[in-house]
């Protein structure tokens, strides 16, 4: 017995020891597991991420159109911030080259150097590129050349409260619109230049023009406009691969018309606005040639107002269509077209053999018909055209393309145009806070300057959130403030002494 014992005793530590040291390498595989996992986890949300803008106005996402521009960037840009902390979007202009970093996959290099502080980089990087601003403002640079964007150029700040104490107030942030001009400037190299015909009572470009927002917003593109007065030139300059018509009050001489013709056939570029007021036979049977017949009508509806009682609008509720590069992104999005807007009727099968395409755009919305007697005011007369009205859909939008290929994968050389049978849909007091017909014209114009790969919604200015009350909301709000917000804590202290009392 005692043999056994003394045996029993000497095995168990070897058994202890064995056992320890089992646990021991375990817990060391389980900790390099997890150290292992966490480092692989790591790595890959690193390097395989997505970001959300859940705020109201979107303020930091960026648009489609920058994003497919960023996408398009061969080499490497440098982003230089000379922001003082005291500037009131400094935060703003950080997120937003976050989201441009994130969006360029490693193509974007951003240093932020706050000039108060870090003196000697500040006068470094001021030597090189020459800035002579003191404001706060961006430093971009791409093989070689070099843009600056100052703060006031990516927002409006309102600073009437600073006599009443208060600090400067941001109205509307526009930094992506400013950032994404001056990268388009760089990368591209030059301007595009967009011929802008006069000559016939167009809307100026300079001056007091009514189309000042559509001028800023096509510029923003790195395109600039350069006028154009075709009894003055013996032939549309090379230089000019596209040309804007915008509501001609009077028709083009034969001379001009030539002009135009030969810059079609040597495939030129044309937007055309069409002012169904204005009386223009040559310009109209020149789209005639291309398969496209403007109608000397007018687009009507009537609408309900009350149980029996319909008003008559003029104003053409429409839609886009996704057929098109230009509209594929704007697809069933509407849009209201002011003023008066005729019908355009296609004919694709006559000029098919003539290797022309037309491609609808905008459709007007069902329930609008086309009224040939539009200067009647026989309401009557129009009520009765209107219940006539066979319900096909009108086309007030076109493009044109002669030549070239139906596979938008193919880039052979083509004449294009793009004609709309509305002129005053693109001028500031039509245009309004939604900005579908500048997206429209943006993608029309980077259609027709080969320049697909930029067409998308551009990008959004926020709005200032607003509260309007009438009286019987103030009359409301008066009586939860005063009564209501009171009465609840009240009725609670109530209902806890009662309890108690109990």
Partial sequence: ???????EETKQPTR????RLQIGLNVLVQVVLVLFLAAMMNSIAFKHYRRWDFSRDKKYALSDKTKRFLNTIKGKVRITVFFSPNTPITVDVQNLLTEFQYAAKGK?????IDPERNLSRAKEVVDKYKVVSDESLLVIDYAGRNK?????????????GMAFGEGPRVTAFKGEQAITSAMMDLVEGKKNTLGYVLGHKEPPLAGNTPISVLKTFIENENIKFQELNLFDVGAIPSELKAIVIDGPQYDFSDREMKLLRDFWEKQGRILLLL???AKTPKLNAFLNELGVK???????????????????????QAHFLGGSPITKRLAEVRALFFGGTSSLTLEPERVRAANIRLEPLIQAEKGYFAEKDYNSNDQAKLQADAKRNPGTALTIGVSIEKGGSADERVQVNSARMVVVSNATFLQDNALTQDQQALDFISGSVNWLLSREQLIGIAPKVPKTLTFSLNEDALRDLRWIILVLLPLVPAVIGGAVWWRRRA
């Fill in 148 to 160: 600056t964007v100052k703060a006031s150029e990516m927002a409006d700040v309102d600073q009437s």
């Fill in 16 to 19: 202890k020891k064995i056992r």
């Fill in 1 to 7: 017995m005692e043999t056994v014992t003394i045996a």
């Fill in 294 to 316: 403007a109608n000397d009508d007018r687009l009507m509806v009537f609408l309900r107002t009350g149980i029996q009682e319909v008003a008559l609008t003029r104003d053409v």
């Fill in 275 to 277: 002012d169904p007021a």
């Fill in 108 to 112: 974007i290099d951003i240093e932020n």
